[in-house]
Structure formats: C-alpha cells, structure tokens
C-alpha cells in the first residue's frame, strides 16, 4: 500500500498559492493601461491636429482678432490662456463656404476656369490631379464603399486572406479577364489595413463573411486576435454545424 504524496503543492491541506504583492500591481497596472492608453492617445492625436490646423489656418486672420489677442485685451496682458480650436472654427466655417460657393454656377466656373490653367502646367498638373482623385475617393458622397467582408485564397491556394468588396470589375479590365462576373477586392496588410493589394477575383471564388466591414477591420487590425460576433471577442465563434 502507497500513499499519496503530500507537497507544498499537492499536499489537501495546503491551498494554492496566493499571489504576491507585485504580480497584483502589475495585473492592475496592465489592466489600468488598457484602459488608460486609448484615451490618452486619442486626446493627444485629437490635440496635435487641432494645434496643427491652429498653425496653419491662424496666420491669416488678422493680429486684432487673433485668440491670443482677444484674451489679453479681456483680461489683461499678463494673462497667458493657450486656446487650441479656434482655427479649426474658422477651417470648418470657410471650408462649408467654399462648399456652398462650388456648388452654384459661378462657383462651378470659377472651378473650371482654375482647372484649365493648373492643366498648363506639366508638374502641377500631375500633383492637383492626384490630390483630386484621392480626395474625391475619399470624400466622395455618392461612390460605392467597401460594403461587405469576404475570403479569398492569397498569395496561393490553400492560404486564405481577409478582403473587402468594393465594386464589380468594367471596363477594358473585365473584357480582357476569361472569367463573365470579376469583384475588384481590396486586400489589406496587417496591422496597418490603409496599405494593401487591389485584386480583381472571379465571384466564384470570393466567399463572402456575415461579419461587418468594421468587425473585419478590427480582426485585421488586431493580427487575429480579436474576433467579432462572439460575446468574449478573443475567442473565435463556434462554426455551424
């Protein structure tokens, strides 16, 4: 007859181990930077753009109206206040004006009568129109955006990558592939989704993902380790059956 081993560890009347001071201040300390480090990093992003369009919208308002100005002439100039936001006020208000003027015939002329002239010229050519298409891509209103998330075999078979559909392939690109239906999908890198591969993929082999753009985003973004339509986001939801 044997008897069991009774340790430090296994023995029934010693219970485990509690943890020490430090691993506790480190857990709260990881857990508090989780909760900390978005916040704080949004503010500061949301503070250096804020002083970055302060910077360039502020000298061209006239030194009388300028914050800085208007504070001391209300208070005194010993009085040192650094206001931020006042020129994103302004970017914001002349920026709606503009809209408004280009959107009325004289606005729309004025427009085209500036285009004709940067057409003139070889390399501000090239530069105006680049910024035109991204921005016209980007702000556009009425373009189709990526709408849903699928997966598709890339960079070879038996390997699979997670996409996003923006539009049918037209034009010359869907004449010259064999395949009657192509979806232009946009691949993006990881952790960085803004960089990726324009893939044109016949429809047959795009499978398309009941989770939202956003929800693929954030599975791209986090590397796979946050996975969307579960209600414990690190753990991966269960297939059907």
Same mark, same amino acid.
């Given at each position: 007859?044997?008897?069991?081993?009774?340790?430090?560890?296994?023995? /029934?009347?010693?219970?485990?181990?509690?943890?020490?001071?430090?691993? +506790?201040?480190?857990?709260?300390? *990881?857990?508090?930077?989780?909760?900390?480090?978005?916040?704080?990093?949004?503010?500061? *992003?949301?503070?250096?753009?804020? &002083?970055?369009?302060? &910077?360039?919208?502020? /000298?061209?308002?006239?030194?009388?109206? =300028?914050?800085?100005?208007?504070?001391?002439? *209300?208070?005194?100039?010993?009085? $040192?206040?650094?206001?931020?936001?006042?020129?994103?006020? #302004?970017?914001?208000?002349?920026?709606?004006?503009?809209?408004?003027?280009?959107?009325?015939?004289?606005?729309?002329?004025?427009? %085209?009568?500036?285009?004709?002239?940067?057409? +003139?010229?070889?390399?501000? !050519?090239?530069?105006?129109?680049?910024?035109? =298409?991204?921005?016209?891509?980007?702000?556009? =209103?009425?373009?189709?955006?990526?709408?849903? %998330?699928?997966?598709? =075999?890339?960079? !070879? @078979?038996?390997?699979?990558? #997670? &996409?996003?559909?923006?539009?049918?392939?037209?034009?010359?690109?869907?004449?010259?592939? /064999?395949?009657?239906?192509?979806?232009?999908?946009? *691949?993006?890198?990881?952790?960085?989704?803004?960089?990726?591969?324009?893939?044109? #993929?016949?429809?047959?082999?795009?499978?398309?993902?009941?989770?939202?753009?956003?929800? $693929? %985003?954030?599975?791209?973004?986090?590397?796979?380790?946050?996975?969307?339509?579960?209600? !414990? @986001?690190?753990?991966?939801?269960?297939?059907?059956?």
């Amino acid at each position: 007859m044997t008897s069991e081993p009774t340790g430090p560890e296994t023995g /029934p009347h010693h219970p485990p181990r509690r943890r020490g001071v430090i691993a +506790r201040l480190r857990a709260n300390f *990881l857990t508090g930077l989780v909760v900390v480090a978005p916040v704080g990093l949004t503010l500061w *992003l949301i503070w250096t753009v804020t &002083g970055w369009i302060d &910077g360039w919208v502020l /000298p061209f308002v006239p030194a009388a109206y =300028q914050p800085d100005r208007l504070i001391k002439d *209300l208070f005194g100039d010993d009085t $040192a206040i650094n206001v931020r936001g006042v020129g994103v006020v #302004v970017f914001l208000i002349f920026t709606v004006f503009v809209g408004w003027i280009a959107k009325g015939l004289i606005g729309r002329s004025l427009i %085209a009568w500036g285009e004709s002239i940067v057409d +003139r010229m070889p390399v501000i !050519r090239s530069i105006y129109n680049g910024v035109k =298409q991204v921005a016209e891509t980007v702000f556009s =209103q009425t373009e189709a955006k990526f709408d849903k %998330a699928c997966l598709i =075999q890339y960079p !070879r @078979p038996g390997v699979w990558g #997670v &996409g996003f559909v923006s539009t049918p392939a037209k034009g010359e690109i869907l004449a010259r592939l /064999p395949a009657d239906e192509v979806l232009t999908v946009f *691949l993006p890198t990881t952790p960085n989704p803004t960089s990726g591969f324009l893939l044109y #993929v016949p429809r047959e082999d795009v499978i398309f993902l009941d989770m939202s753009v956003e929800d $693929a %985003a954030k599975l791209i973004i986090s590397a796979g380790l946050v996975y969307p339509n579960t209600p !414990r @986001p690190t753990e991966p939801s269960a297939l059907p059956k």
